[in-house]
């Protein structure tokens, strides 16, 4: 079982990675967006001045590529820690699989 600091460290450095994750991811998507769209993404895509078309398109693809960062950068964190501290990180450890019949 791991103890508060083990769990406080996870904390620090699993947050740390999904947060650069989601800038980095968010600042390459407005940058794939200008260079796609020759435009400006929407500033807040829930002004009604947006068209839906845009405002779904930009909430579609800063979501994927804003998730799929933050879970790369996650698993690649995960990884580093199991390198580390030869467990897995705090709350992610697997439940065991009984073999016995039920």
Known sequence: ??????????????GA?????GTAASRGVTAAYRKIRKSDPP??????????AEAIAWAALSGLAIGLGRLAAERVAARGWVRATGSPPPGMLRPE?????N
């Open 17 to 21: 990675a999904t947060a650069l994750a």
């Open 43 to 52: 500033v807040n895509p829930a002004d009604p001045e947006t068209s839906w």
């Open 97 to 101: 699989i009984s073999t016995s019949e």
């Open 1 to 14: 079982m791991a103890g508060p600091a083990s769990k406080m460290g996870w904390k620090i450095v699993g």
